[in-house]
Each structure stands twice: as structure tokens, then as C-alpha cells.
T-cell receptor
Framework: QKEVEQDPGPLSVPEGAIVSLNCTYSNSAFQYFMWYRQYSRKGPELLMYTYSSGNKEDGRFTAQVDKSSKYISLFIRDSQPSDSATYLC???????????FGTGTRLQVFP | NAGVTQTPKFQVLKTGQSMTLQCAQD?????MYWYRQDPGMGLRLIYYSASEGTTDKGEVPNGYNVSRLNKREFSLRLESAAPSQTSVYFC??????????????FGNGTRLTVT
């Protein structure tokens, strides 16, 4: 079993929809949770970063962490065609350089 | 400000050939990393360097060697390429207080095919 599980998609939604992207994990030591966005033929770029449980909002993006369920989510409101990309979750334990990535979910937002 | 620059962007090798992937960053970051990305496998760490002069193995180091040439440059060498090393290779760097407070900054990758 992988430490981090992520549905590969693709997820196809109309412009303006609310998108929910999710990851589950098995290692209870994970404390730091990140979402990276990767456009085609590009490197990943950091989108959201959260520590421990709770919510974090940044514009149209909200990251949620539920450590009791070992489940993290990224919500995108009012999705735009420019949001079409692969979204990678990543997480790490405290005081470690080791960052574990999910396999990524491909999102397509059509006009 | 270029960020993380990787060369070459594409490469085709025959089995048994060798090559070096180059990476340079201009953000004064201490830590640098090499990942490979394969369909269904996500990003997997090959090697990393926490600071100039140090390197450590990651999750999938077999078949690779690295050199941290200076603070800016971190190269990845395939001594005898195998078809299983066909992948997209990403170099990344992070700020001095690496760990969890510092995001990884990625280059745009080298797409390698080994026939």
C-alpha cells in the first residue's frame, strides 16, 4: 500500500463548478501538507501549504486537513479553464526532508 | 530571475550509454533534489543534497550518481542507461530553512527516453 493515495482522474468539470480533490494517507506522523499544481510539460509549483489539521483559504482555493481520518482536500471555487492541470498532494513528517507525493489528479475545466 | 534551470529538455539514449543531466538554481538555496516522475508512480526522490558538499540517497537511487558541484549546481549522472530509466526528471531546490516551511521550486524537467 502506498503511503499517499490519490485518484488519478481525469476529472472533467464545466467552468464555474466547485472542484474537490482529495488524498488519503497512512502515516500518522505526517504534519505538513501541500498541494502542487503542474501544467503540461512544466514542473510542479506550490499552490497551498498547511500545517496539522484545519482549513486554509487563498482566493478561490481552500485546503482542508483531517488528521483523524488521514484525509486532505483541495477545493477550487468558480473553476476556470486556466485551472486545467494536474494537482499533486504532498506531505511530510516533522523534522524531515522527506516529502511524499501523491500520483496526481488530472483536472480539466471546459468552457 | 530564471529560478531552476535544467538541461537538456529532451534526450534519447541507447541502452548502455551514459549522460549527465544538469541543474542550476539562482535563488541561493542550500538544498537541491532530483526526482523522477512516471505515470501512476508520482514523483519519487532519487538523490538530494542538503548543502554544498553533501549528498544523500532518496527512494530510488540505483543506477544514478550525483554531484553537488557548488551551491548553484547539482548534476545527475546515468552511467549505463537502461529502458527502466525512461522518465521525466525534475530538479528542485528549497530555501536554507528546508524542511516543511520551505516549498520546493522545480525546474521544467528533462524528458529522457532510453531505447
Amino acid at each position: 500500500q502506498k503511503e499517499v493515495e490519490q485518484d488519478p482522474g481525469p476529472l472533467s468539470v464545466p467552468e464555474g463548478a466547485i472542484v474537490s480533490l482529495n488524498c488519503t494517507y497512512s502515516n500518522s506522523a505526517f504534519q505538513y501538507f501541500m498541494w502542487y499544481r503542474q501544467y503540461s510539460r512544466k514542473g510542479p509549483e506550490l499552490l497551498m501549504y498547511t500545517y496539522s489539521s484545519g482549513n486554509k483559504e487563498d482566493g478561490r482555493f481552500t485546503a482542508q486537513v483531517d488528521k483523524s481520518s488521514k484525509y486532505i482536500s483541495l477545493f477550487i471555487r468558480d473553476s476556470q479553464p486556466s485551472d486545467s492541470a494536474t494537482y499533486l498532494c504532498a506531505m511530510s513528517a516533522y523534522n524531515t526532508d522527506k516529502l511524499i507525493f501523491g500520483t496526481g489528479t488530472r483536472l480539466q475545466v471546459f468552457p | 530571475n530564471a529560478g531552476v534551470t535544467q538541461t537538456p529538455k529532451f534526450q534519447v539514449l541507447k541502452t548502455g550509454q551514459s549522460m549527465t543531466l544538469q541543474c542550476a538554481q539562482d535563488m541561493n538555496h542550500n538544498s537541491m533534489y532530483w526526482y523522477r516522475q512516471d505515470p501512476g508512480m508520482g514523483l519519487r526522490l532519487i538523490y538530494y543534497s542538503a548543502s554544498e558538499g553533501t549528498t544523500d540517497k532518496g527512494e530510488v537511487p540505483n543506477g544514478y550518481n550525483v554531484s553537488r558541484l557548488n551551491k548553484r549546481e547539482f548534476s545527475l549522472r546515468l552511467e549505463s542507461a537502461a529502458p527502466s530509466q525512461t522518465s521525466v526528471y525534475f530538479c528542485a531546490s528549497s530555501a536554507p530553512n528546508r524542511g516543511y516551511n520551505s516549498p520546493l521550486h522545480f525546474g521544467n524537467g528533462t524528458r529522457l527516453t532510453v531505447t
